[in-house]
């Protein structure tokens, strides 16, 4: 959904090439020495806001190649490509969405050891590695065009990006160049604190006092736990022997009078209320007699039972001994808002059942309690459907298609033109017991999983599967059947292109047969729900970036549109999707969710407005979009509407921590780091939103937009994260795009914005930055390293140290105080046993830096040179 565009590349190799007067065919051996480089030459160019770049094809087989039978495909982030100003030896080719072919002209030739460079330039810069093509194949044809053979292009390589020219993106970008000088120039402002004033609990309790003393948790402690709060005083045992290698004893009810001398962890429901809340509370004490969490309900105990686990020492953690001791403490707390959830996109690139099972259990830890999961996309289903198997036979796998009226799905994000290839992320889906599996899961850590079917958008996998379908029955001469869930009007010739270039995702609104396989979809997700024991009662309906030009030249909706003269035209048709849709849902007792074009209006101009039709109804908008419509979420809360804000510019995980091109993510809506997480304000957005995705100031942005009322603060039913996958490449990269910048949206989903109120700049500024160099020092000393260990360890992401030389001598420090730089002079990498950095020191040499965790886990590294 909300990103633009981003560069990646399937490569495949096809061989049938004539040589030397000779026409022969090319083996996969001889195929895969070609060599093909691409590089990025400036995203200063004309016109504005244009990049140019190069592939070099080098030929190491032994057939000289022609430009008659084969052709390169690839993907990158979607960006129109221009016209060459100059003849080129091949040309770029948009194909659709993020998948792209080189043509060679009529008159190519390529012997074997030459070499060929063809130039191009497109639409908007480039400055990531993420960006550069992925999964690039040959495909070669025969005499009569037809394809022969597809090979992966083995032999692949992106130079680096290293001037100004590559990094950043045109003179409008206003971001300082990613060097170790700068990074040592923006960490001045940090300090590193001691350990009696780190935070032990993220986020941050609403009432927190320590007292002298302190409990050893051991195997000692009876577990006693209240009637229905089995399922929770199991996951703490489960947790405490990952700490401590041993089984606490555990059982229903209270510790007897007899008993009130032993050690004790009490689980139990009671009358809790903090702040006015009675939902998720809990009160934690811990004392000489042992430890007590009384919960408002199940959740609360499950939320005391995270302090919990956060107060044990890291230490701990890092090296297991049979008792933790933790020190004596009074907690009552409960979250800010009731809705605190991430999104996940599985439908880019597939992520595991445990994989999402371990998310499942982070999120958990830091008491968010939605999931919504994105299982449909243009690029991939991945939910089996009962009675609709080519949902995953044919909308689960990509691979390489005759093109893009196949009733397959392309190649996406490098996944390239086999399905289910090994170390590839495009194919795949869950199973129906799988998807139960991980509802169950997600209730025991009390995360509501919200499911999710993107219509009218957003819906090439639906579409293709669908077409598939159609086309079977017909075959077999079944046209009812055949129709009874076809998307799509076959005389459509509308011409668009959506946000990530597809031409032909959107469904035809005007077919009930569109409602009909949504009702479909809907019900058999419930069915599972009831499986898992529970009830489905909110479903997200997707509904963002219909293109425009969808639905003007469909005979269907012209149609539809001379039945409906209220309507007025293609525009005002999201609206009337979402209008015939809603009571179907509102039939089934569902809650709509869903991105917030699906409660605005249209108007001619293409603009967009808050349309009162569905205020007051169940249908709660999530607002993404504070970059092009900056006052959205404020005017959408003050008209009424539940939202949920889920700010591109604050709570992206897939937005790039920084412009250095080797920090991998997209950027079209700005840099995101855990600070942005952690500083947003949703009630005054405007004051904790800074620069523009260029690094503008945004202060002007927000001249004469509407601030949000104070009787509208009632409307912000909560926040959301996401997590697209477009740069997500499997459990890893998923998990170092989340972390730290979880543990900064937790705070933000549940602990008060103080500083949300204060109407003085210079106090608010002051009192952020205190603020975040506290939060700095607690996760970089005592929540991090826990991440190693954590539900068996995460892959989570270290600062690289900033770094200067200034009158002849090293000075170094780091974004997060009370990280351990270490450093080497030798030319080697430093490991945790290089010398660490304790104060300015003469050096000369290329001197390697990197900032590391107690857990041992370390940075990429900083290099720079001292004389």
């Given at each position: 959904?909300?990103?633009?565009?981003?560069?990646?590349?399937?490569?495949?190799?096809?061989?049938?090439?004539?040589?030397?007067?000779?026409?022969?065919?090319?083996?996969?051996?001889?195929a895969?020495?070609?060599?093909?480089?691409?590089?990025?030459?400036?995203?200063?160019?004309?016109?504005?806001?244009?990049?140019?770049?190069?592939?070099?094809?080098?030929?190491?087989?032994?057939?000289?190649?022609?430009?008659?039978?084969?052709?390169?495909?690839f993907?990158?982030?979607?960006?129109?490509?221009?016209?060459?100003?100059?003849p080129?030896?091949?040309?770029?080719?948009?194909?659709?969405?993020?998948?792209?072919?080189m043509?060679a002209?009529?008159?190519?030739?390529?012997?074997?050891?030459?070499?060929?460079?063809?130039?191009y330039?497109?639409?908007e810069?480039?400055?990531?590695?993420?960006d550069?093509?992925?999964g690039?194949?040959?495909?070669?044809?025969d005499?009569?065009g037809?394809?022969?053979?597809i090979?992966?292009?083995?032999?692949?390589?992106?130079?680096?990006?290293?001037?100004?020219?590559?990094?950043?993106?045109g003179?409008?970008?206003?971001?300082?160049?990613?060097?170790?000088?700068?990074?040592?120039?923006?960490?001045?402002?940090?300090?590193?604190?001691?350990?009696?004033?780190?935070?032990?609990?993220?986020?941050?309790?609403?009432?927190?006092t320590?007292?002298?003393?302190?409990f050893?948790?051991?195997?000692?402690?009876?577990?006693f736990?209240?009637?229905?709060?089995?399922?929770?005083?199991?996951?703490?045992?489960?947790?405490?022997?990952?700490?401590?290698?041993?089984?606490?004893?555990?059982?229903?009810?209270?510790?007897?009078?007899?008993?009130?001398?032993?050690?004790?962890?009490?689980?139990?429901?009671?009358?809790?209320?903090?702040?006015?809340?009675?939902?998720?509370?809990?009160?934690?004490?811990?004392?000489?007699?042992?430890?007590?969490?009384?919960g408002?309900?199940?959740?609360?105990?499950?939320?005391?039972?995270?302090?919990?686990?956060?107060?044990?020492?890291?230490?701990?953690?890092?090296k297991?001994?049979?008792?933790a001791?933790?020190?004596?403490?009074?907690?009552?707390?409960?979250?800010?808002?009731?809705?605190?959830?991430?999104?996940?996109?599985?439908?880019?690139?597939?992520?595991?059942?445990?994989?999402?099972?371990?998310?499942?259990?982070?999120?958990?830890?830091?008491?968010?309690?939605?999931?919504?999961f994105?299982?449909?996309?243009?690029?991939?289903?991945?939910?089996?459907?009962?009675?609709?198997?080519?949902?995953?036979?044919?909308?689960?796998?990509?691979?390489?298609t005759?093109?893009?009226?196949?009733?397959?799905?392309?190649?996406?994000?490098?996944?390239?033109?086999?399905a289910?290839?090994?170390?590839?992320?495009?194919?795949?889906?869950?199973?129906?017991?799988?998807?139960?599996?991980?509802?169950?899961?997600a209730?025991?850590?009390?995360?509501?999983?919200?499911?999710?079917?993107?219509f009218?958008?957003?819906?090439?996998a639906?579409?293709?599967?669908?077409?598939?379908?159609?086309?079977?029955?017909?075959?077999?001469?079944?046209e009812?059947?055949?129709?009874?869930?076809?998307?799509?009007?076959?005389?459509?010739?509308?011409?668009?292109?959506?946000?990530q270039?597809?031409?032909?995702?959107?469904v035809?609104?005007?077919?009930?047969?569109?409602?009909?396989?949504?009702?479909?979809?809907?019900?058999?997700?419930?069915?599972?729900y009831?499986?898992?024991?529970?009830?489905?009662?909110?479903?997200?309906?997707?509904?963002?970036?219909?293109?425009?030009?969808?639905?003007?030249?469909?005979?269907?909706?012209?149609?539809?549109?001379?039945?409906?003269?209220e309507?007025?035209?293609?525009?005002?048709?999201?609206?009337?999707?979402?209008?015939?849709?809603?009571?179907?849902?509102?039939?089934r007792?569902?809650?709509?969710?869903?991105?917030?074009?699906?409660?605005?209006?249209?108007t001619?101009?293409?603009?967009?407005?808050?349309?009162?039709?569905?205020?007051?109804?169940?249908?709660?908008?999530?607002?993404?979009?504070?970059v092009?419509?900056?006052?959205?979420g404020?005017?959408?809360?003050?008209?009424?509407?539940?939202?949920?804000?889920?700010?591109?510019?604050?709570?992206?995980?897939?937005?790039s921590?920084?412009?250095?091109?080797?920090?991998?993510?997209?950027?079209?809506?700005?840099?995101?780091?855990?600070r942005?997480?952690?500083?947003?304000?949703?009630?005054?957005?405007?004051?904790?939103?800074?620069?523009?995705?260029?690094?503008?100031?945004?202060?002007?942005?927000?001249?004469?937009?509407?601030?949000?009322?104070?009787?509208?603060?009632?409307?912000?039913?909560?926040?959301?994260?996401?997590?697209?996958?477009?740069?997500?490449k499997?459990?890893?990269?998923?998990?170092?795009?989340?972390?730290?910048?979880?543990?900064?949206?937790?705070?933000?989903?549940?602990?008060?914005?103080?500083?949300?109120?204060?109407?003085?700049?210079?106090?608010?500024?002051?009192?952020?930055?205190?603020?975040?160099?506290?939060?700095?020092?607690?996760?970089?000393?005592?929540h991090?390293?826990?991440?190693?260990?954590?539900?068996?360890?995460?892959?989570?992401?270290?600062?690289?140290?900033?770094?200067?030389?200034?009158?002849?001598?090293?000075?170094?420090?780091?974004?997060?105080?009370?990280l351990?730089?270490?450093?080497?002079?030798?030319?080697?990498?430093?490991?945790?046993?290089?010398t660490?950095?304790?104060?300015?020191?003469?050096?000369?040499?290329?001197?390697?830096?990197?900032?590391?965790?107690?857990?041992?886990?370390a940075?990429?590294?900083?290099?720079?040179?001292?004389?």
């Amino acid at each position: 959904m909300k990103r633009t565009f981003h560069f990646q590349l399937i490569i495949l190799c096809l061989a049938f090439l004539s040589g030397c007067g000779k026409s022969g065919e090319i083996s996969k051996e001889q195929a895969e020495k070609i060599g093909i480089s691409w590089k990025l030459i400036t995203n200063f160019t004309e016109p504005e806001g244009s990049f140019e770049a190069k592939f070099t094809i080098k030929n190491g087989s032994d057939i000289t190649l022609d430009g008659s039978n084969w052709k390169l495909f690839f993907n990158m982030s979607p960006r129109p490509i221009h016209s060459n100003k100059t003849p080129q030896p091949a040309v770029i080719e948009h194909i659709n969405g993020d998948w792209y072919q080189m043509v060679a002209a009529k008159d190519f030739k390529l012997a074997p050891g030459d070499s060929v460079v063809v130039n191009y330039t497109g639409t908007e810069g480039i400055i990531k590695e993420t960006d550069a093509p992925m999964g690039l194949y040959f495909v070669f044809y025969d005499k009569e065009g037809k394809e022969k053979d597809i090979v992966q292009v083995k032999d692949f390589a992106v130079e680096p990006f290293i001037t100004k020219e590559q990094i950043l993106r045109g003179t409008r970008d206003l971001k300082k160049m990613p060097t170790p000088e700068n990074r040592y120039q923006d960490n001045l402002a940090f300090t590193t604190l001691g350990a009696d004033q780190l935070l032990k609990v993220i986020p941050t309790p609403v009432k927190m006092t320590s007292s002298a003393g302190t409990f050893a948790l051991s195997s000692q402690a009876n577990i006693f736990y209240q009637e229905g709060l089995e399922t929770e005083a199991k996951l703490l045992i489960e947790k405490l022997k990952a700490v401590t290698g041993t089984d606490f004893p555990i059982q229903k009810g209270t510790p007897q009078a007899s008993a009130a001398s032993a050690p004790s962890i009490v689980l139990k429901t009671g009358a809790v209320n903090v702040n006015g809340i009675s939902k998720e509370a809990y009160k934690l004490n811990v004392d000489q007699s042992g430890v007590t969490i009384t919960g408002s309900d199940a959740a609360g105990v499950f939320y005391g039972i995270q302090s919990l686990l956060q107060l044990i020492p890291t230490e701990s953690y890092i090296k297991k001994a049979e008792s933790a001791v933790i020190g004596y403490v009074q907690i009552e707390d409960a979250p800010r808002f009731q809705f605190r959830s991430m999104h996940l996109d599985v439908g880019r690139n597939f992520q595991t059942v445990e994989s999402v099972k371990r998310m499942l259990d982070l999120l958990a830890s830091y008491k968010i309690n939605h999931f919504l999961f994105y299982t449909t996309e243009d690029e991939g289903w991945r939910l089996e459907i009962d009675g609709l198997p080519e949902l995953t036979k044919v909308g689960a796998q990509r691979q390489h298609t005759s093109g893009i009226g196949a009733t397959a799905l392309h190649p996406s994000y490098g996944s390239g033109p086999k399905a289910y290839d090994d170390g590839k992320f495009g194919s795949g889906f869950y199973k129906k017991a799988e998807f139960i599996e991980i509802l169950k899961y997600a209730n025991d850590r009390h995360i509501k999983v919200i499911p999710e079917v993107n219509f009218p958008g957003h819906a090439l996998a639906a579409i293709k599967s669908m077409e598939a379908r159609y086309e079977r029955l017909m075959k077999e001469g079944k046209e009812k059947e055949a129709n009874e869930y076809r998307l799509i009007d076959p005389d459509d010739k509308s011409v668009y292109l959506s946000a990530q270039a597809y031409k032909n995702n959107v469904v035809c609104v005007a077919r009930e047969s569109v409602y009909h396989f949504y009702e479909k979809v809907v019900d058999e997700i419930a069915k599972m729900y009831k499986e898992a024991g529970l009830t489905m009662d909110t479903f997200h309906t997707g509904g963002d970036e219909v293109a425009e030009g969808v639905w003007t030249k469909s005979p269907m909706i012209d149609k539809l549109l001379k039945e409906h003269p209220e309507l007025k035209g293609p525009k005002s048709l999201q609206t009337y999707f979402v209008r015939t849709l809603l009571p179907r849902l509102e039939k089934r007792n569902l809650k709509v969710h869903g991105w917030e074009e699906i409660a605005l209006t249209k108007t001619a101009d293409g603009k967009y407005l808050s349309n009162p039709e569905f205020a007051g109804k169940p249908v709660y908008p999530y607002i993404w979009n504070n970059v092009f419509d900056v006052d959205l979420g404020n005017r959408m809360a003050n008209d009424g509407y539940q939202v949920i804000l889920c700010n591109v510019t604050n709570f992206y995980y897939d937005m790039s921590y920084n412009n250095d091109p080797k920090e991998p993510g997209l950027y079209w809506g700005g840099f995101v780091d855990v600070r942005d997480m952690w500083t947003f304000s949703p009630f005054n957005m405007f004051k904790t939103t800074e620069e523009t995705a260029m690094g503008k100031p945004m202060k002007e942005e927000f001249v004469g937009k509407q601030l949000m009322k104070p009787e509208a603060r009632k409307n912000v039913y909560g926040v959301e994260s996401q997590l697209w996958s477009e740069t997500i490449k499997g459990r890893d990269m998923m998990e170092y795009s989340v972390l730290p910048k979880l543990l900064g949206f937790s705070e933000s989903a549940w602990s008060e914005r103080k500083w949300e109120n204060v109407a003085d700049d210079a106090a608010r500024k002051k009192m952020i930055n205190d603020g975040w160099n506290l939060f700095a020092n607690s996760i970089a000393q005592r929540h991090l390293p826990r991440l190693r260990y954590l539900n068996g360890g995460y892959n989570y992401r270290i600062p690289m140290p900033g770094a200067v030389i200034e009158n002849g001598e090293l000075k170094a420090n780091v974004e997060l105080p009370g990280l351990t730089i270490r450093y080497t002079t030798d030319g080697s990498e430093p490991t945790v046993s290089s010398t660490v950095y304790k104060a300015p020191i003469r050096l000369v040499g290329q001197i390697k830096l990197k900032s590391f965790d107690a857990a041992g886990t370390a940075s990429r590294t900083a290099v720079l040179a001292a004389k």
